[in-house]
């Protein structure tokens, strides 16, 4: 059995279908559980006291507002190549979930770095590029919206997404171009195996990180099967006009 064989509509919601329950009952347990350990059963810090406990909701919405963004480039770049519709769907119902996570790391980064620097907002170098890629989810959204025709908005929104992908990339690892930014390093780097946070709070964060992973996951499967039941229905009502 070939993966691509779910590129097929009915196919993919079948599939979708099966696995949506299971998958938004386990976000809802592991995301509740991580915010409530994180917020009520975690100590405050010495040096942040207790606004260090807004990394319970800033660090899992900001990773999955750079995902959600790579997300979409991948299925953007199938469709370019393969032009499977099941991707560019996929890739249009994960927007507003990117959207709505990059609106909540932007807030909660403002809550967090008000008390550590002295301002709601600084011209940081993560900070800036998060900023714009909320901008390109605005501005991708709107494009699926602004063209009638769907193969047109999926190959200009791809192009689109291809653009952005350049912001998502310097959201995740401006600290590291950039030293002289405010914004800290990455608080658990994947890539090096090492992180600056000890137990007590990594063990929560990391549960509410699957939490939302799970939860964008259960969104966007949903999203994409209500996309493609409108598409199948506006094609059956497209066949009535003509008929």
């Known amino acids: 059995m070939s993966l691509w ?24 347990i592991l995301t ?48 370019l190549i393969r032009r499977h519709h099941v991707s560019a769907l996929a890739a249009r119902a994960a927007a507003p979930v990117g959207m709505v996570m990059t609106l909540i790391a932007l807030w909660t980064g ?22 714009i890629l909320f901008l390109f989810y605005l501005g991708y959204m709107a494009l699926w919206t602004a063209i009638e025709d769907t193969e047109t908005a999926a190959d200009l929104t791809s192009v689109l997404c291809l ?6 990339l310097l959201s995740r690892y401006a600290v590291n171009f950039w030293n002289q930014g405010l914004h ?5 780097p994947v890539a090096t195996g090492g992180r600056t946070i000890s137990d007590i709070y990594f063990l929560p964060l990391v549960t509410a990180m ?25 094609v059956l009502e497209a066949r009535e006009v003509r008929a």
């Open 5 to 28: 064989e779910y590129a097929n509509p009915r196919k993919f919601t079948g599939l979708a279908g099966t696995l949506l329950p299971f998958v938004a009952w386990a976000a809802g």
């Open 32 to 79: 509740v559980l991580g915010l409530v350990w994180g917020f009520f059963f975690t100590p405050n810090a010495d040096k942040f006291e207790s606004t260090v406990k807004i990394i319970y909701l800033h660090v899992p919405s900001a990773l999955m507002a750079i995902n959600a963004w790579l997300m979409m480039l991948v299925c953007s770049l199938i469709w």
């Open 110 to 131: 403002a809550v967090w770095g008000q008390p550590m620097w002295g301002t709601w907002w600084a011209w940081d170098p993560r900070l800036t590029s998060f900023l």
């Open 163 to 168: 653009v952005g992908s350049v912001f998502a």
């Open 184 to 188: 800290q390093g990455t608080t658990v």
């Open 210 to 234: 699957v939490g939302f992973g799970l939860m964008f996951l259960a969104l966007v499967l949903a999203r994409t099967i209500m996309l493609i039941r409108q598409r199948r229905i506006a």
